[in-house]
């Protein structure tokens, strides 16, 4: 099949270079088409037809799929648009603004017959992966609490992502991922959702936020994404009701303590700490821990391009479902609603 692309920026030229031809057997990218002149002249010269409007993209018949890699704001028109001229629809995410704008794009995609998928690339991210698998496998027990963030310092780069009408903003950002991944991995319904949301830098868009979740299972989640943190704390933290993991980067260094159950175990005698003195918080002897290695990553079955093709061709269901994505968005629709007025937000 052959894939054309809307906005030649960073993501839909990391697109054609890197995902589609080291993910993906059956694709090809043909195109590209960009509002302006220099990116798709480096179009051009990575070896692609550059399209001198979206009409012209839309009208090659040679063209199965489009990606769509624009800035946010721009994501519902345009894939409206090309579902309507016969195309299947790969789109960056976050989907669109609002749940309603999804709920439009899935209309058409009904209408039409064909697929629309949204490239919620991080389902395949070992450290979300290995967390996946602590979660379902319970190697520190039952998990009863997931911290996880992103911390950077560099405030918000580019020239759109800090802008409100553009869809800036670190909740729709990074947020967009890390909900994605919390809600696919709590099986259960989401009850109450708290939210804050930072502004420090002076955006019209939040250059972060930290949100409370609690699941009806009784997991609760904290989940916060940062752009103002030189010292960073780790992407994942989560307590079992046996044992605590952490992993602190992408890389996946961390590490995963147990309570042994085979030590013997001694009362714990106070410590001193700070001017006061404790037995709550004293550190567990020598012998009542195991350190452990952290579990391997769960796997994908296919990666998100093989998925997307074999969906098309109606072998499969996908991996990423836009009744998921529509969850997402309602999620961030609530966080949003929970800032504004600074409120606990009933959700599921
Ligand atoms: P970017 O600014 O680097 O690229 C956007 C490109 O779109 C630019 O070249 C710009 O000229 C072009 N453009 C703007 N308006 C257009 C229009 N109306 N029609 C055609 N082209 C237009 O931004 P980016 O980082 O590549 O982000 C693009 C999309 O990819 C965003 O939705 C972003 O959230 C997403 N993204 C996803 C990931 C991921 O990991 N899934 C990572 C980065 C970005």
Redesign the pocket.
Known sequence: MKIAI???????SHHAQHIIPTTSKNLEVIGA????EE?LEQAQKDGYIAYDS?EALLNDKQVDIVLI????D??KD?AIAALRSGKHVVC???VTLSSEQLEAIVEVEKETGKVFMV?Q??RWDEDYLVIKNLYENHQIGEVFHIESRVHGANGIP???RCKAKHGGGMLY?WGVHLLDQILDMVDSPLKTVYSDQSFVLGHDSDDGFTSYLKFENGVTAQIEVATTNFITLPRWYVKGLKGTAVIHDWNLNGEMIEYNYEAEHIAPTPIKAGAGLTKTMAPLNEGSVIKQQLPRPLEQKQSFYENFVSTVNKETEPIIKNSEVLRVMRLIEAMFASYEHNQVIEFE
């Open positions: 809307c906005g030649y920026g960073g993501m839909g088409y960009d509002i302006r990116r979206y890699a624009t800035p946010n721009f994501h345009q960056e995410k976050p490239h690339n991080r580019g020239d759109w950002d």
